[in-house]
DNA sequence: AGCATGTACTTTGTATAACAAAGTACTCTT
DNA sequence: AAGAGTACTTTGTTATACAAAGTACATGCT
């Protein structure tokens, strides 16, 4: 059995990863949608996708919406493949004992 | 939904916890044992059975064996319940998104 | 008796992490 | 010009995780 993903195992960072995870495809999520599900400060938010982004398991597109800065989130493959082999990893080990 | 419990979420004390739970009943495993399974060094191990201790989570037995110390641990009730609510959490949002 | 070994810690030091709160930059609205 | 909104960045504090070394006590070996 493979280890935990420590970049995603913290809990306001599994947190993001399963809500980008769970939007249909294609579809990305606001900064500030993110921050008020999960309820997370500004700068904290910010830290955990810079960790997440950092890692190549997010992209973050920054654009303008009439003159409203818009920052939005979706998971990359390589950060999809992340969260699905944690979760896998998650199943066993709280299936199987371990 | 509930929150995550951030003390059995951190991966080595879940690690610890999903252990002792997948025990056969009034079963209990020796400090070494769980040392060696999650590769963990003495200190580390101690620390991590340190916070669950603390917060109730599991019992720490110890005596001799012949004339060698023998510690062992198991999950108490309270422990069982809050890692059983912990895998709920888990499988709700890995499973519902968040 | 003296010494290495084994078990279970405890202590120490370091690096990393998480977080809140405050500050910055830019924009729009009034 | 003043205030609000968005998305950060910076600062400072507190907590965490960990390895490595040290401690305590008992056993086995020679």
Partial sequence: M???DEIIHQSMRLRIAASL???????????????SML???DGN??????ALEKAGYIAVEKDFVG???RT????????RKAFERHVSYLKDLLEGGQ
């Fill in 72 to 79: 939005r989130v979706s998971l990359t493959r390589v950060g």
């Fill in 45 to 50: 938010m910010a830290t955990h996708l810079g």
């Fill in 67 to 69: 003159k409203k800065p």
């Fill in 21 to 35: 995870n769970a939007l249909p495809s294609g579809e990305l999520l606001e900064f500030g949608k993110l921050k």
């Fill in 39 to 41: 309820g997370a400060t």
């Fill in 2 to 4: 493979e280890g935990p």
